[in-house]
Structures are given as C-alpha cells and as structure tokens.
C-alpha cells in the first residue's frame, strides 16, 4: 500500500465521515483496544479507511499524530488479532505525519468480533451490531432463493402466455430456431426454471398466474402510484401487478410513459425531444429491482412517479458486497436463476446487470446520476431524476461522441461528468483522464500532484462562460510562483510559513503550493527553516546565515 498526498487530500475534502471513512485526531497516541475495534468494525461494513492525525471537525486538516511509531509490529498484532490483513503506513505530510489503516471487508458471511462482540459505528459510537444486520451477514452464504423449488407448485400455475414470450425472446436473442420447438416442459427444464424436484420461485415469479403468486408469494407484487406533486401524500393513480414479470413489465412501462413529458433541447441548428424518463434507464431499474430484491421479506416493490422523479423501492438492501459506490463495477445477484433468465430472453446483460445503462443515459441527457439516498440494509431506494440540469452539457458530449470512432466507456462519461460537476476524480478513474485529455474532451492545468482538470475551452464557450473558463484555468505556473516569491520576499525578516502562502493562492491545494514551493527552492530562489508546521520561507538559496541577524 503507498498512499499519495492527492488520496489524502481526497478523503480530507469529504463533506462527512461514511461507511468507509473514519478519522481521528489520535495527538500523541491511541489505544491499540480502540483501534481493534474500529478496524473490525469498518470490516464489518464492508471495509474501509481510518486515518490517525485529521481533525474531526469541517473542513478537515491535518492535526499530526505519534501515535503507533512502529508500524511493523501494530500490524502484526491486529493481523493475529482480527484475523485480517490489514495494511498501515505512516505518511509524512507538511503539516505532520499521518496515520493510514486500510481495512479489507470481512469473508462473505462472516462477521469479524473482537474480544467476543461483533462492532459496528453508529455515530461517534461504537457500538454492537444489531440482530438484523448479523443474520443479514449469515444470510449471505444462503444459497440462491429463486432457484430452490416452490412446493405444490406445477406447470398449471405458470401462464401459457408468459411461457410463450419468453420462448419466443429467448430464441430471438440467440437466433436458434430449434429453441422455439422445444415443448413447454423443455423449454423450462433447459432454462433451469424446472427442476425434477418441482418447480422453482424463479418460474413463478417470471412466468406465474395472478392467483398462484397470491397463493404461494404474494409479497411478489410491484405497486405503481403517481403523485402529481412532490410531497404529495394521497397519489392521483395506483396500480398493483401480482403476476409474473414478463406479464406485467410492457404495462408498467407504458403507464410510466404516458406521463412521460418531454423537454426540448438543441443540437447545432436542430431541436429534438428529450424524453424526462429514458425507457432503457426505467425498465433497467425495475428489473433491477425484480431479480435483486429479497423475496425471504414481505414487502412489495414500490414504484413512484412524479412529474420530474421516478423513485423505485425495493425490499432488502444491497446483495452482498454491493455499494452505491461500487454498483457499476461489482456484480453479486441476489437471485442468478432469475438474473440469468433475464438474460436470456434478451431484457438484461447478465454481466453488467444494467447499472451501466442507468448511468449512461443519465450522464448524456444532462440528468443527475442515479441516487441511492434512503438505502439501508432493510430496502434499496433508487432515484431517477427527469430534468435536464445542463443542456449545453448535453450538446457538448454529443459532439464528443461523434467525434470518437467508437462510444465512450461508461467510465469516460462518468470523468466529464465529475469534471463538469467540478467533483473530485476518485482514484479509480483516474487512468481515463489521460485519454480524454488527448482527444480534447479535457484539459489539463498544472502538473505533478498539483494537476487539475476542467472541460475543453469549446465547452464554455457554447455556454457562453468564458470568463469561467479563464477563472477554473487560473494563472499560468510561472505567475503562480511569482505571486509565492514576492510574498515570501515582502516578509523575509518572519519568513512565511504554509499556510500563508496557501493564502496567496486559494484556488490551489495545499499540495499544489508545495509544488511550486520546491521548485523555486530548486532553482535557488527560496529555502525553508524549521520543519512541517514551523517550517517558514526565506527569499535566496540558504546560506546558513539568520535573516533576522541582518
């Protein structure tokens, strides 16, 4: 593990602690008790990242710890203890020195306890787990529910109809005729939906009459309501489908559609409708939300409609392993039978499991990214917004895709789209802003780990910002170090400490400063005194002499 300054700037700029951050100020030492315990706990909520020597209040800087000097053996002892490897460095900031752990997540369906409790964060807390989120964790080695047989169930509880679209999808996607001779007890013994044991929830579910699901699962339901206004409590519309999905799934879309409003945006000299609901996106989310809830809870999926949101509630939480912040890259099916059976008949990719999609279609019409906000361990709740935030935006990247030989990955328009938004490039994306920089979607400013990002000139000047565009560039690196030297030579008897000159160029990070900073004193024009925080600098190479002696 090699933590950078720039990962570090990133976790300090985070508006709050989450799921997989914790920091402490831990001055000039720490219980290794209380660091056992917060590293099991963060295991325990699917890893995550503590850092010793951060304030705890906002905006976050670094405070300096000494705590836990020998690293060596702090590892050890939480690897014998926690039976998890976890990684610790200490990282020499300007300010003074760091503290990283980085804790991995607990095995799959298996809490990690220390001195005999499973912990949890609550707050400012530790605290033990509840009893629902341990059997939510020995749950996750149950195997796949929608494959275990329904008893009583036969074929006369599966619609003829049902049965005979997904034959007829099933060989369109495969473009096998032999699929749409099969008899209807091979066709759903080949797909696994039959079994010589019986018939499984995956076939009821997908293919099941309306009176055998409320006779064997009736919690398998989707329940539709509009509501002509947020924070409306009576809805104008509800509609319920307790039938299987391949019944239900073109009403429910065209339902949604005729409430669809369309909203006019331009491109070059034409003006084409952008539709506030992407169908890919909607029928994506709800089979999202069919082969990944958790039918072992009653509780129906919920589908909300409102002018300009579209809000899917499903029970259960995420599968295991699987984050709002990892959904595009982890795949974990809560039920595969009825995941891979989707896939066949053509409605979902199998191995992308259609978040991808969402995305995409969110991030080319200039709407905000799908919103997991409200999800917890007992539902996911799933936000699709409808209004097109920036148009201009829209245009821009419809240029940029036809200019490239091939779509852009899901990742490339995720960056533009941070870019745009002004967010930091989390780490993981930052391999695609080299490529995007060549193709002149991007441009970089600064170099180093000083280096920033923001769109292609032609982007501001479509909107008619390019002011903006000369204030996000900022000044050339030369003026930057100009501004820096006349600072530290306007005081040179105090000299000028870090945080001063952080001053001088607020639109620059700390260690953007410390850049330019080095590179003066490489070419003689400055030295510092005195280390990390008491560290001040003086005009000139360094002499050995005292400035203030003169």
């Avoid at 939480?78 to 095995?107: C, K, M, N, Y």
């Avoid at 006369?156 to 495969?174: G, S, V």
């Avoid at 899901?410 to 391999?431: C, G, K, N, W, Y």
């Amino acid at each position: 593990m090699t933590v950078s300054l720039a990962q570090l700037e990133l976790w300090l700029r985070a508006e709050h602690e989450d799921e997989h951050l914790e920091f402490k100020e831990a001055g000039r030492s720490f219980r290794f008790e209380q660091l056992a315990k917060y590293c099991a706990a963060l295991a325990n909520e699917r890893g995550g990242v503590m850092i010793l020597g951060i304030s705890r209040s906002t905006p976050r800087h670094v405070t300096g710890s000494q705590a836990f000097r020998n690293l060596i053996n702090t590892r050890a002892r939480l690897t014998e203890t926690l039976r998890l490897r976890i990684d610790a460095e200490g990282l020499q900031h300007p300010e003074g020195r760091v503290v990283v752990f980085q804790i991995p997540s607990r095995p799959l369906g298996l809490p990690i306890p220390y001195q005999g409790t499973y912990w949890m964060r609550r707050g400012e807390e530790l605290v033990p787990m509840t009893e629902d989120m341990l059997r939510r964790i020995f749950n996750e080695t149950v195997p796949d529910y929608s494959a275990t047989i329904c008893p009583n169930v036969s074929l006369d509880d599966l619609d003829p109809e049902a049965i005979e679209w997904f034959q007829t999808a099933w060989q369109r996607k495969t473009g096998n005729t032999a699929i749409s001779r099969l008899s209807p007890e091979q066709l759903l013994s080949d797909a696994d939906l039959t079994v010589d044991e019986g018939v499984t929830y995956a076939a009821l579910i997908l293919l099941g009459r309306r009176w055998a699901l409320s006779r064997y699962l009736s919690h398998a339901e989707v329940i539709f309501e509009y509501r002509s206004r947020e924070g409306s409590i009576e809805y104008a519309q509800r509609e319920e489908y307790r039938e299987g999905t391949l019944l239900y799934l073109d009403k429910l879309w065209g339902l949604i559609n005729s409430r669809n409003d369309v909203q006019p945006i331009r491109h070059g000299l034409f003006m084409y409708d952008v539709p506030t609901f992407n169908e890919d996106a909607v029928r994506e989310a709800l089979l999202n939300a069919v082969s990944h809830r958790d039918y072992r809870l009653a509780g129906s999926v919920f589908v909300r409609q409102y002018p300009q949101r579209l809000e899917i509630v499903s029970p259960g939480g995420f599968p295991p392993g699987i984050t709002a912040d990892n959904i595009l890259w982890r795949q974990h099916p809560r039920n595969r039978r009825i995941a891979e059976n989707l896939a066949r008949c053509g409605l979902v990719e199998r191995s992308g499991q259609g978040a991808d999609r969402m995305y995409e279609s969110c991030i080319t019409e200039g709407k905000a990214l799908p919103d997991f906000t409200g999800t917890d361990e007992h539902q996911v709740s799933l936000s699709l917004e409808g209004q097109i935030r920036d148009p201009q935006f829209v245009e821009f990247l419809q240029e940029f895709v036809a200019d490239r030989p091939s779509p852009p990955s899901t990742q490339d328009l995720l960056v533009l789209d941070l870019v745009s938004r002004d967010v930091a490039i989390p780490e993981f994306l930052r391999p695609h802003l080299g490529g995007l920089v060549e193709e002149g979607a991007l441009e970089r400013v600064g170099r180093g780990r000083g280096t920033r990002y923001l769109l292609a000139q032609r982007y501001y000047r479509m909107v008619g910002r390019k002011g903006e565009y000369t204030r996000r560039r900022g000044l050339d690196r030369d003026t930057n170090k100009a501004l820096l030297l006349k600072h530290i030579e306007d005081n040179r008897r105090e000299g000028s400490p870090l945080r001063e000159l952080r001053n001088v160029l607020p639109m620059l990070s700390s260690a953007q400063v410390q850049t330019l900073l080095r590179e003066l004193r490489t070419d003689d024009h400055i030295h510092v005194r005195g280390r990390t925080k008491a560290g001040r600098w003086f005009p000139g190479a360094d002499s050995g002499e005292d400035p203030n002696a003169k």
